[in-house]
């Protein structure tokens, strides 16, 4: 059975894709979204990377009618 997301990590979700730079790497609830495979890190020349939200997380995005889609 999936879990359900915390009121928490929905407004991550939808700050990731928005504004991924204000999403601190070691953000709790960024985390619990990247073990959700709803989001990723993707590396970069300057740091230790980027959260991305994943193909699944923008589906779950859309179905929350939370992007122009």
């Known amino acids: 059975m999936k879990s359900l997301?915390?009121?928490h990590e929905i407004a991550i979700l939808?700050?990731?894709l928005d504004a991924p730079n204000q999403v601190a790497p070691g953000d709790?609830?960024?985390i619990a979204l990247q073990e959700a495979r709803l989001v990723e890190i993707v590396p970069t020349a300057f740091?230790?990377?980027r959260f991305r939200v994943t193909p699944a997380g923008a589906e779950l995005?859309?179905?929350l009618r939370m992007t122009a889609d």
Do not use: E
């Open 14 to 16: 939808f700050l990731l």
């Open 5 to 7: 997301l915390s009121h």
């Open 47 to 49: 740091d230790d990377g």
């Open 28 to 30: 709790p609830d960024a």
């Open 61 to 63: 995005l859309r179905r």
